[in-house]
Every structure is written in structure tokens, then in C-alpha cells.
């Protein structure tokens, strides 16, 4: 008899522990089976050079419980604004210990059981600014996650929420543009420079695209062109008589987009048309915008700044989501394309970092995980 009660034991407790191994490789969820697992990530600790005090590290990964999400990074570029927060100039700083980066696409693993929106193999990428997307694997809340469809090219996805966002609602939220209007810019090679070219072409605007000089501008000038600008100009050009000639075949602008300050935000005032806006998204010259007051009283010109960071404050996680699904359709129609990248593998980050932060370097730095 007490053998048959053990093997009757033992036959339950085998039959148990078979079904909750089976529940566990069925369900979509993490539960109390996940075990902490340890991922790798680029840290900092302090604010300062990003080459100085950012640190390969292994991290903790917690169980995924209610309303969390368990993301596998899959790439992840490097922007202005992530070498900006890591320096402590940013207008949005992360509480230390932080991980690098604000951008990225990942994919769904497993999801917590109060998760409705999302599913393992969804594409996802940030909601907002500072999630720390550097690293290889993450667990994250579901509000701090937008799902993205997987039919675009994985660069496209991994460079889509900052850039093109920007360039999109710059084109569309100043100016009342119509199509053979002109829109000009400085940083036309940066990655917001691109999407601005891109998205204006697709909406019939023309573009007046300025650049800095340099060994390579032919090649430059001809990769622009391709995407859809109409005109490149080098900074010294713009400030040359003959200019002018451009706007013979060509309204004068009614929007402008700096991202440089400076002498060239003045230059950009110059030859925008009266009544006409210049939106500032960058300082990358480290140098005030100055207008003239001739200009502002007499052109009655309008200067106004924007950060995408602030846009989402200002608008649901739906209007971020339409915005999403908008740019995903160009990049279907083949009519937005990521700007010119290298991938780098994470553990090669510095060189990621020193490549990010070279002048005259066109090439966005994605690091693949």
C-alpha cells in the first residue's frame, strides 16, 4: 500500500510539474517562471564625454509581471540628442545610472499577462525620449512602447522615431505649404536634412538644401540630389549675389529649418519670403540665432523652435501612433528611405561613438545587437 500511495504521488507530481511546463512554453506571458537573466548594455554614470563615460556593462533582467514587456533589441542608431543627454546638454536628462540612446526598434518576446496590445514577434520602438535603447534585451512598460509594422526595412524602423517624425511635423505644422511651394534648410545632410528632403518631395515641395564645404561635396551634392532635392547649396554659395538667380524659376520660402544657428540661421532669414517662419530644431554651431530687426519688422518674419519631445507631450499616444503609420506608408512607397548608414556591433561602440561625433560625417551609426 505505501508504494502504491508513492508511485500514485509520484505520478501527480510528475503529471503537475508536466502541465505547468507545458503552460509555460504555451502562454504569451512571463510569470513567476522567469528566471533574472543578465543582458548587456551601454551605461553611464555621470554626464560627460561619451567616449570617456559610457561602459560596456551586464545588467539585470527582471521578470516580466503585469502590464510589462520583454523586448530583444534589435538595432538602435546613434543621434545628436543621445551624445547631448550623455553630456548633460539636453533638455530631458534620464536619473544615473542611465542607458545610451532614444531611438531603436526591438522585437516582442514575451508579454505580461495584463498586455493587450502587443505580442510576441510585434516590432516595437520607444514611446518617448530616454528609454535606454543601447542595450540588448529590456523589459519595458507597455504605455512606453509603440508597435510598428515589420514589413519596412529594419533600418528604416530603427531610425524612425526621432528624425522623420521631426521633418514630418516641421513641413506640415508652421506653414500652410502648398505644393511648388519652397521649404529651405541648413544640416541637409543630417538625418533630419534627409527625411526633410524625402517627405517634401513626396507633398510636391521644392527644397533649397545648404550644406558645409567639403573635400566630398560633389559626391554630397549628387547623393542629395538623388533623394529628391531640387537644390544644394554650400553655406559660402548661399551668401554669393548670383543666388538670387534661384529664385527667378522658384517662390521665395515661406519656411525655413535650422539646425545650426549662427551665421547660417541669419543667412536662412535672409532669403526666406515676407511673412514667412524659420523653425529652429538644432544648434549644432553652439551659436545664438541672431535676426535682424530690419528683417523681423519689415519681412514681419516669425521664428519658433521645435522639439519632438514636446510635440508628444502635447499630443495623445494615438496622434504619435498616426504620425508612425503616415511615414511607415512612404517608406512602403518607396518615397522615404533611411539616411546613409553603418551598422556597428554593440561591443564596437566606441568607434560608433568617435564616428558619430567626426565632422562632415553623413553616415548614421546603427548599433546591432
Known amino acids: 500500500m505505501l508504494v502504491s500511495q508513492r508511485l500514485t504521488g509520484s505520478r501527480t507530481r510528475a503529471r503537475l510539474l508536466a502541465s505547468l511546463l507545458e503552460a509555460f512554453r504555451t502562454t504569451s506571458s ?4 522567469s528566471e533574472p537573466s543578465r543582458v548587456r548594455a551601454l551605461v553611464y554614470d555621470n554626464h560627460g564625454d561619451p567616449a ?8 539585470e533582467l527582471t521578470a516580466v509581471e503585469g502590464s510589462d514587456v520583454h523586448v530583444r533589441m534589435l538595432a538602435a542608431p546613434i543621434n545628436p540628442s543621445d551624445i547631448n543627454m550623455i553630456q548633460g546638454n539636453y533638455g530631458l536628462l534620464p536619473q544615473l545610472p542611465a542607458v545610451g540612446g532614444n531611438e531603436g526598434v526591438g522585437q516582442v518576446i514575451a508579454v505580461g499577462s495584463s498586455v493587450s496590445a502587443l505580442k510576441p514577434g510585434d516590432w516595437v520602438i520607444p514611446a ?9 534585451e529590456a523589459v519595458f512598460s507597455e504605455e512606453a512602447l509603440i ?8 533600418q528604416s524602423a530603427a531610425t524612425l522615431g526621432v528624425n522623420p517624425c521631426t521633418a514630418y511635423r516641421m513641413l506640415v505644422d508652421f506653414e500652410q505649404l502648398q505644393p511648388g ?3 529651405i534648410q541648413n544640416a541637409s545632410n543630417s538625418g533630419v536634412g534627409q527625411a526633410v528632403i524625402q517627405i517634401a518631395s513626396a507633398l510636391r515641395l521644392k527644397t533649397i538644401n545648404v550644406v558645409r564645404d567639403r573635400p566630398n561635396i560633389k559626391k554630397l551634392t549628387d547623393r542629395l540630389k538623388d533623394l529628391g532635392a531640387d537644390y544644394v547649396l554650400t553655406e559660402e554659395e548661399l551668401r554669393m549675389p548670383e543666388t538670387k538667380n534661384i529664385f527667378k524659376n ?5 519656411l525655413a529649418l535650422n539646425c545650426v544657428g549662427g551665421k547660417s540661421s541669419t543667412e536662412l532669414l535672409r532669403h526666406l519670403a515676407p511673412g514667412g517662419t524659420m523653425v ?23 521664428l519658433r523652435g521645435f522639439w519632438l519631445s514636446q510635440w508628444k507631450k502635447n499630443h495623445s499616444p494615438d496622434e504619435f501612433r498616426e504620425l508612425i503609420l503616415t511615414l511607415c506608408n512612404l517608406i512602403r512607397q518607396g518615397r522615404l528611405t533611411a539616411p546613409s548608414w553603418s551598422e556597428v556591433p554593440l561591443q564596437d561602440f566606441q568607434q560608433a561613438l568617435e564616428a558619430s561625433m567626426k565632422p562632415f560625417v553623413s553616415s548614421k551609426q546603427i548599433l546591432t545587437m
Open 280 to 302: 529652429t530644431y538644432g544648434g549644432m554651431a553652439k551659436q545664438p540665432v541672431t535676426a535682424s530687426v530690419s528683417l523681423l519688422i519689415f519681412k514681419d518674419l516669425k
Open 147 to 154: 508597435g510598428i509594422p515589420k514589413d519596412i526595412p529594419l
Open 30 to 33: 512571463y510569470s513567476a517562471f
Open 128 to 136: 518617448k525620449a530616454g528609454l535606454g535603447t543601447w542595450r540588448t
Open 250 to 254: 522658384l517662390p521665395l520660402p515661406r
Open 52 to 59: 570617456k563615460v559610457i561602459r560596456l556593462k551586464n545588467l
Open 181 to 183: 511651394d519652397s521649404v
